[in-house]
C-alpha cells in the first residue's frame, strides 16, 4: 500500500489561474492538483487534494486524517494562515508531518502575511516558488515517508 499525503489548499485557491496572476502564477488549482497526483505516482506514493474556502471544512478533513491513514500533509492555508487557530489546533491534535506551502514570497508582501500560525509546527516552509513548490513540498514528503519505510 502507498503512503498517503493530503494536500490541503485554503480559500480563495480555487480562483488560481485567474486571481492576481502576477502574484500567484497563471497556473490553475485544477493543474496543480493533477500535476501532484503524476508526481506522487513517479515517487511511489499516494495524494488526495482538497481545498475549501471554510474553515470548519479544513478543520473537519484534518480531524479526519488521524483515521484515515494519512501519513504525511502538504498545507497552503492561503489567508488561514495568519488567521486560523482552529486549523492550528486541529494539526496539533492529530500530530502528523506537514509541509507549508505558499505560492507567492509572504516576506516579500504585506506585512500581516509574514505571521504564519503554522510555521512553528511545519517540518518545512516553502514560499515563493510558485506552483513548483508544491512539487518540492511532495518530493520532501515522499522522501521522508519512504526513507523511514526503509529503516
Known sequence: MKPRIAVLHGPNLN???TREPAVYGSTTLARIDQDLRDLAEQLGVQVDCMQ????GALVDRVQAMAQDGTRFVLLNPAAYTHTSVALRDALAAVALPFVEVHL???????AFRRTSYFSDLAEAVISGCGALGYSLALRFAADRLLTKAQN
Not at 52 to 55: F, L
Request: net charge neutral; hydrophobic share 20%; no cysteine.
Open 104 to 110: 507567492s514570497n509572504v516576506y516579500r508582501r504585506e
Open 15 to 17: 480562483l488560481l489561474g
Open 52 to 55: 475549501s474556502n471554510h474553515e
